[in-house]
């Protein structure tokens, strides 16, 4: 670690940039639908760690790519992020008040708002990402990223993922559909993250699989990391109730393998990410100190 | 009227050939997400009239376009459709527990899975939608139907009306903010019908503006023909209940302007689509035959 110099300064400079981004794609406040409109900015201007638009810029950056197209993904990426938080905290689904210290989104604008605003910011992700095609029109990258985008966001991605996830709530559930849940439920939109990046800046299909696989195992240990901060944190540094899993019942790699084993993972996954980047003749070592800061925040 | 030979032999032909092209769009039932995709299979073959896709396709005709790329875009539109309506049924937002005689989404497989698969059908449109780019690749009519579509569905579209209509519930409204919600509830995504399917065959602004105002005048009627309906129908001819308006106090356009004014409506703004139609130079008698058969409608 610490191989990037200033990496916290860069790190700050980099999500400032993403805020920037973020707030110019936001709709506008207007007319008779003006109240769902601020109900999605609501939940945009949250705050949060703003990874995925973050590693969706830095994928980009390290295939040379013209970050200025990127932009619309990036801030379609943290609206489909935010739609889908929107929704977990619903009475039918998580049935939280609080996120990150704020009522969430139904708390204040009503739950038939709650998942009326989550589906229209799912879709304003659509609206936003088509704007690409004015940028870059002849950008080959853009379908890729969109039919990329939408796969891992879907039935076959996240949204399936949330699925099982939701079916199996309290009840005890094998490694497997643990995996499946993981992979899809918190991978899904990190692989779109940082595919979305590649395709965008030119990567092939190789190079894409490459970066698929890395996102796929960095997407698995913050789900881990989460797993261990919930017993190992306080809720003033996690910002949410810690032991919530213990009191929920949930199967987690904590208690399925104990602490030390899903440290230990944490930290092979993380490995075997930064190799396969390694693999590549494409560098960004940001991206590299990225990996290693996420799995040593306590937050 | 009927001078379009056998429209209810062509109508049910037409409308055969838009169920093959919704079977062939649909997910498969398969993987841990299984639940998920029968849930938004099981909305999506719950019937209904399909007119969106039947809107689109013969608009596409009308312009001579190539019906087998408009396919993807036909599958898309009824989910786009049958998502609004899964959320509708809600019990966050109409709470109804019969849909055409079925059990609606959410009383089958629970209300969480009642928000996430609106969603994931939501989502899967565009994923359908995507494919058209392996059809014809070369169409620049692609990139102009997914923009239509994504506006006329979200915040300032489908998605907006049902907002203010939402947070109206109950309380008297304006006719101003009656024809906004119509016109953005129901009018915005016949728009997109009938917008997409002349983009996908080359229409060029000019004479996607005259669909686009011939569709909103055929949507208005349709939403007040519904007003009508709901007050002169019986519940066996409708499939639902009838005299719901008057029970939930909402404002129509039979409230506002009575019966007998309310029928006059639907048949000028009928007759001011079709003159709108009838001023191209594009031609389809069955589309004109299809806004008649609309407005003569029992359900």
New interface residues.
């Given amino acids: 670690m610490g191989r990037y110099v200033n990496f916290q300064d860069e790190l700050k400079y980099r999500i400032d940039r993403i805020e920037e981004v973020i707030r110019k794609y936001l ?1 506008p406040e207007e ?3 003006k ?3 601020e109900a ?1 900015n609501y939940s945009m201007c949250a705050g949060g760690k703003r990874l995925r638009p973050l590693l969706l810029m830095e994928t980009c950056r390290m295939f040379g790519g013209d970050l200025q197209t990127a932009e619309p993904f990036m801030a379609a990426m943290e609206m489909i992020h935010t ?1 889908s938080l929107i ?1 977990d905290d ?4 998580d049935n939280d008040d609080y996120r990150r210290g704020r009522l969430t989104t139904h708390k204040v604008y009503g ?10 910011l ?3 992700a ?2 936003t990402m ?1 704007r690409a ?1 004015d940028l870059a029109p002849e950008n080959p990258g853009i ?1 890729k990223a ?2 990329i985008m ?2 891992k ?4 991605g996240m ?6 996830d ?2 199996n709530d309290g009840k005890p559930v094998s490694q497997e ?1 643990l995996d ?1 849940i993981y992979c ?1 439920k918190t991978s899904a939109l990190l692989e779109a993250a940082m595919m979305t990046g590649a395709v965008l800046a030119g990567a092939d299909e190789e190079q894409t699989a490459v970066i698929e696989q890395a996102a796929a195992k960095i997407g698995l240990a913050f789900q881990i990391q989460d797993d261990i901060l919930d017993v190992t944190s306080t809720s003033e540094e996690l910002g949410k109730p810690v032991h919530s899993d213990e009191k929920n019942n949930k199967t987690t790699y904590v208690t399925l393998f104990g602490l030390e084993e899903a440290s230990h993972q944490v930290e092979e996954l993380s490995g075997e990410a930064i190799r396969l980047l390694d693999s590549l003749d494409q560098k960004n070592e940001f991206l590299t100190e990225l990996i290693y800061y996420l799995i040593s925040r306590r937050k």
């Fill in positions: 709709p007319g008779f639908a109240n769902m409109a999605m739609h929704h619903l009475p039918a689904i739950e038939a708002m709650g998942v009326l605003s989550g589906v229209a799912l879709n304003y659509y609206e088509f095609f379908v969109l039919r939408a796969h966001t879907g039935l076959y949204l399936g993922g949330q699925s099982v939701v079916e559909m499946y899809h």
